[in-house]
Nanobody, 124 residues
């Protein structure tokens, strides 16, 4: 049984930082590309950042590039999202997702497994 469990969300002031964690189990972790998506109230879920099998490819959404950093630890079956210089518009539920592809894509239909999400709220 595959599980992706996110943690690390919370309430932070604008300009602050948060680090999100995603713990994976039940899959060949190093054979999956991973990604973070987010969904704000009243909006569609959108791609935030992705990372390839070995971490060599890391695409980002334009809105977060330069502020967010995705990383992974294949020995620990973990993927991380370091979020700096947070803005109120970053407020959303953040989801971790895994795709059985070498490189991550922004197409949600390519992702086989999803976590339950973690809430990030940025106050102004």
């Amino acid at each position: 049984q595959v599980q992706l469990v996110e943690s690390g969300g919370g309430l932070v002031q604008a300009g602050g930082s948060l680090r999100l964690f995603c713990a994976a189990s039940g899959l060949m972790f190093s054979s999956y590309s991973l990604a973070w998506f987010r969904q704000a109230p009243g909006k569609e879920r959108e791609f935030v950042a992705g990372i390839s099998w070995m971490g060599g490819t890391t695409p980002y959404a334009v809105s977060v590039k330069g502020r967010f950093t995705i990383s992974r630890d294949n020995a620990k079956n973990m993927v991380y999202l370091q979020m700096n210089s947070l803005k109120p518009e970053d407020t959303a539920v953040y989801y971790c997702a895994a795709a059985s592809t070498a490189s991550p894509t922004q197409d949600q239909s390519n992702y086989n497994y999803w976590g339950q999400g973690t809430q990030v709220t940025v106050s102004s």
